[in-house]
Nanobody, 121 residues
Framework: QVQLVESGGGLVQPGGSLRLTCAASGSIASANAMAWYRQAPGKPLELVATITNGGSTNYADPVKGRFTISRSDAQNTVYLQMSSLKPEGTAIYYC???????????????WGRGTKVTVSS
């Protein structure tokens, strides 16, 4: 069982920056990737960024060049550095760990409870 706790959300002005943290505990050895998702009010859940155990990263087009996902294996932590934030970035941001299998299948999926980010002047 993996426990994930997100932190770092809050109110930020457009153009500002924020760093989200996801601390993992428990049996994370079964996971080989971590990801950040977000859900804006009235909209579906959206993948933001992923990072594998090997350090490979992928980003959704809306955040490319502005967001950076990174991890600290020693601390079982994944970060999301967000810069040049836009109002449409207002959402609850969730952390996820999983084991990516062939064919796009994911196993051992665990979710955090989310942290709220509000981008507004």
């Amino acid at each position: 069982q993996v426990q994930l706790v997100e932190s770092g959300g809050g109110l930020v002005q457009p153009g500002g920056s924020l760093r989200l943290t996801c601390a993992a505990s428990g049996s994370i050895a079964s996971a080989n990737a971590m990801a950040w998702y977000r859900q804006a009010p009235g909209k579906p859940l959206e993948l933001v960024a992923t990072i594998t155990n090997g350090g490979s990263t992928n980003y959704a087009d809306p955040v490319k060049g502005r967001f950076t996902i990174s991890r600290s294996d020693a601390q079982n932590t994944v970060y999301l550095q967000m810069s040049s934030l836009k109002p449409e970035g207002t959402a609850i941001y969730y952390c996820k760990t999983y084991r990516a299998l062939s064919g796009g299948v994911q196993a051992n999926v665990s979710w955090g409870r989310g942290t709220k980010v509000t981008v507004s002047s």
